[in-house]
């Protein structure tokens, strides 16, 4: 198994920066890719960004590029999420979630098998 924690969540400003970590603990070795999906209220899970383990390969939604940047530590078996020029739009509960198998659409919620507990975004205008 997997356990996934988020944190970093926070309520900001519109314009302001936050940066969520995503640690990950357990049988991580067994999973190729991290995503980062976020849920606001009465709206679907919708993707925003994955990085491989391996390889570093990056994808972001349309609406995540130029603002968010998704990084990873492997030696602290953590994924970041810095993002910036926030906007209220961009509130919701952000998760993140793992990969089994590394598939070319990232963006599909049922590719993705551990998700971690979600952390609140709330941008203020």
């Known amino acids: 198994q997997v356990q996934l924690v988020e944190s970093g969540g926070g309520l900001v400003q519109a314009g302001d920066s936050l940066k969520l970590s995503c640690a990950a603990s357990g049988r991580t070795s067994s999973r190729v890719a991290v995503g980062w999906f976020r849920q606001a209220p009465g709206k679907e899970r919708e993707f925003v960004a994955r990085?491989?383990?391996?390889?570093?390969?990056?994808a972001y939604a349309d609406s995540a590029k130029g603002r968010f940047t998704i990084s990873r530590d492997n030696a602290k078996n953590t994924v970041y999420l810095q993002m910036n020029s926030l906007k209220p739009e961009d509130t919701a509960v952000y998760y993140c979630a793992t990969q089994r198998t590394y598939t070319p659409s990232a963006w599909r919620v049922e590719d993705y098998d551990y998700w971690g507990q979600g952390t609140q975004v709330t941008v203020s205008s």
């Open positions: 990085i491989t383990w391996a390889l570093g390969n990056i």
